[in-house]
C-alpha cells in the first residue's frame, strides 16, 4: 500500500483544547489536498467547517470527549447536534466508570441511543484502551458488537497511552464481522499507520498526516 493509499484511511484529526479557526481550516485545506477519510474536529467547528466546505468534506466530531462520563442524555444531545450542524461521523467516548464498575450492559445500552441518534450515519467507539484490562477490552469488544456500532476505536489520544498493535489484534479475536478498527493516539509515521492497517485496522485517527505527505513528496 502506497502512502496515498495509507492516507485514504486517515481521520484527519484536530482536537486540541487551543484550536483556532486558522488550525482547523488548515486541517481542512490538507484533507481536500490529500484525500483523507475525513476531518475529525471538535463539535464547535463543525457547522462553520459544513458553511465553508459544504459536502466536499467528510466531517467527523467527538462526542462525551476525552473523557467519557457525561450522562447518556447529554451525549444523545451532542449527537443530535453536531448531526444537525453537518458532521457524517460520530466518535464517541464511553463512560469508563461504568466499565470499571463492571456495569457492562449499561455501556452497551448507551451505545444503543447514541447509534439510534445517528440513525444511518457511522458511529465508532472510543474505548480508551490504556485504562481497561483484557477482560474489560473483551467485554467492550462485545458491547461494541451487540449495540451495532460501526468501529470500535482505540484511544482518545489524551489517556496515558494511545493505539497498540496488541490491542488491534485482540479486537480482531471479539468484535463481530460488522464491527471496523480504528487506531488512534500516537500515530504519527507512515511506518506506524501501515502497521496498523496491515494489522486490519479500517481507520486511522492522525494530526500528522500533511506532515507525512509533504516529506513523501519532498
Excluded at 495509507?6 to 483544547?17: C, G, P, R, W
Excluded at 489484534?169 to 460488522?178: S, T, V, Y
Aim: aromatic share 6%; proline share 1%; net charge negative.
Amino acid at each position: 500500500m502506497n502512502v496515498k493509499e495509507m492516507i485514504s484511511h486517515v481521520d484527519h484529526t484536530q482536537l486540541k483544547a487551543f484550536a483556532t479557526w486558522e488550525d482547523i481550516v488548515k486541517l481542512c485545506d490538507e484533507a481536500l489536498e490529500f484525500g483523507t477519510a475525513s476531518v475529525c474536529i471538535p463539535p464547535c467547528y463543525v457547522k462553520r467547517v459544513h458553511q465553508k466546505y459544504g459536502n466536499r468534506l467528510n466531517i467527523c466530531t467527538v462526542i462525551g470527549f476525552p473523557l467519557g462520563y457525561s450522562v447518556t442524555e447529554a451525549k444523545v444531545a451532542e449527537t443530535r447536534k453536531a448531526l444537525e450542524d453537518g458532521a457524517q461521523e460520530i466518535d464517541m467516548v464511553i463512560n469508563i466508570s461504568d466499565v470499571k464498575n463492571g456495569d457492562y450492559d449499561k455501556v452497551t445500552q448507551e451505545i444503543i441511543s447514541v447509534k439510534r441518534e445517528c440513525l444511518n450515519h457511522v458511529l465508532k467507539v472510543i474505548i480508551e484502551t490504556c485504562y481497561l484490562t483484557e477482560e474489560e477490552k473483551i467485554a467492550m469488544c462485545k458491547a461494541v458488537t451487540d449495540a451495532g456500532a460501526e468501529f470500535i476505536k482505540t484511544s482518545t489520544g489524551f489517556g496515558t497511552a494511545g493505539a497498540q498493535i496488541a490491542d488491534i489484534r485482540l479486537f480482531k479475536e471479539h468484535i463481530g464481522d460488522a464491527v471496523r478498527i480504528k487506531a488512534a493516539g500516537g500515530i504519527r509515521t507512515k511506518e506506524a499507520m501501515e502497521e496498523f492497517l496491515a494489522a486490519g485496522c479500517e481507520r486511522i485517527g492522525c494530526s500528522a498526516a500533511g506532515d507525512i505527505m509533504r516529506a513523501e513528496e519532498g
